[in-house]
């Protein structure tokens, strides 16, 4: 069975970090994409970051660049997402999402209708 599972999330203060974790199952991520997204309260979903198949491309979103980071471990089939500086407006529900890597990784990140598997989530709060 295919599956995503998020882990990490929870409440912090501004300025604080977080570190938020992907576990993929039931397939490798070799020759995945992982993308990392978020809803904030009655907000869209939005792209965070995402990273390619073999790891050598990279995308944040300029609301969080210089802030977060991604990388995968693939030995352990897990992806993760640092989170530093954090901003109440970071506050969301996080979700990760894999993908065949077919396209640049800025063109993926850009469309989450384009990704077919999805982890349910983890909330992230983060007061000020």
């Known amino acids: 069975q295919v599956q995503l599972v998020e882990s990490g999330g929870g409440l912090v203060q501004a300025g604080g970090s977080l570190r938020l974790s992907c576990a993929a199952s039931?397939?490798?991520?070799?020759?995945?994409?992982i993308g990392w997204f978020r809803q904030g309260p009655g907000k869209e979903r939005e792209e965070v970051s995402c990273?390619?198949?073999?790891?050598?491309?990279?995308y944040y979103a300029d609301s969080v660049k210089g802030r977060f980071t991604i990388s995968k471990d693939s030995a352990k089939n897990i992806v993760y997402l640092q989170m530093d500086s954090l901003k109440p407006g970071d506050t969301g529900v996080y979700h990760c999402?894999?993908?065949?890597?077919?396209?640049?990784?800025?063109?993926?990140?850009?469309?989450?209708?384009?990704?077919?598997?999805w982890g349910q989530g983890t909330q992230v709060t983060v007061s000020s």
């Open positions: 990273i390619s198949a073999k790891g050598e491309n990279i």
């Open positions: 999402a894999a993908e065949l890597s077919l396209m640049p990784i800025q063109r993926m990140c850009s469309r989450t209708g384009y990704w077919r598997t």
């Open positions: 039931g397939f490798t991520l070799d020759r995945y994409a």
